[in-house]
T-cell receptor, first 110, second 113 residues
Framework: GQSLEQPSEVTAVEGAIVQINCTYQTSGFYGLSWYQQHDGGAPTFLSYNALDGLEETGRFSSFLSRSDSYGYLLLQELQMKDSASYFCAGRGGGGNKLTFGTGTQLKVEL | NAGVTQTPKFQVLKTGQSMTLQCAQDMNHEYMSWYRQDPGMGLRLIHYSVGAGITDQGEVPNGYNVSRSTTEDFPLRLLSAAPSQTSVYFC????????????FGQGTRLTVV
């Protein structure tokens, strides 16, 4: 089976940098991706790491260490609109199922 | 460009009733899946399909059936609704089983009374 663990809540101030961690246990792992979900909305894709290292997309960066079964999402220059839930997700196991982490609610304050 | 379309958006059922949640995608994606989302529990996989005619169980399949007769459609059937099935349901699709970019429908908020 697969499991991905995240902190339940993170709070940061506008303009700051925040890191959301994800640790996973999975078999036949094919990489880690990140999704954003605003209240009442659907999850939307942010980034994907197939290999170890850092991937940067604008203000967002994502990191993966497969040897440590660990990844994180880094959000820079936080804005109020970044207040949302963030999910890591991994594909693996039978049928290459896409399994989501428990989710982290990010609150950005003034 | 419709993407993934789910219907209905809201539904109230009485315990014991059955219903089908519809999901359709127009991106020719092979992989489709259903998740339920409950407060504090993230997205849990109910059933998934790796192509037309192929379905399999996810983490929480009990009480739900699926079929995949075409590439485009992946309906989720609740056989006999229970209050424990009150949740928000999301359908998602991705190009194949190696692509991790999933596209989600807007969700169905289901209440069972």
């Amino acid at each position: 089976g697969q499991s991905l663990e995240q902190p339940s809540e993170v709070t940061a101030v506008e303009g700051a940098i925040v890191q959301i961690n994800c640790t996973y246990q999975t078999s036949g792992f094919y990489g880690l991706s990140w999704y954003q979900q605003h209240d009442g909305g659907a999850p939307t894709f942010l980034s994907y790491n197939a290999l170890d290292g850092l991937e940067e997309t604008g203000r967002f960066s994502s990191f993966l260490s497969r040897s440590d079964s660990y990844g994180y999402l880094l959000l820079q220059e936080l804005q109020m609109k970044d207040s949302a839930s963030y999910f890591c997700a991994g594909r693996g196991g039978g049928g290459n199922k896409l399994t989501f982490g428990t989710g982290t609610q990010l609150k950005v304050e003034l | 460009n419709a993407g993934v379309t789910q219907t209905p958006k809201f539904q109230v059922l009485k315990t014991g009733q059955s219903m089908t949640l519809q999901c359709a995608q127009d991106m020719n994606h092979e992989y489709m899946s259903w998740y339920r989302q409950d407060p504090g529990m993230g997205l849990r996989l109910i059933h998934y399909s790796v192509g037309a005619g192929i379905t399999d169980q996810g983490e929480v399949p009990n009480g739900y059936n699926v079929s995949r007769s075409t590439t485009e459609d992946f309906p989720l059937r609740l056989l006999s609704a229970a209050p424990s099935q009150t949740s928000v349901y999301f359908c998602a699709s991705s190009y194949d089983t190696l692509n991790t970019e999933a596209f989600f429908g807007q969700g169905t908020r289901l209440t069972v009374v």
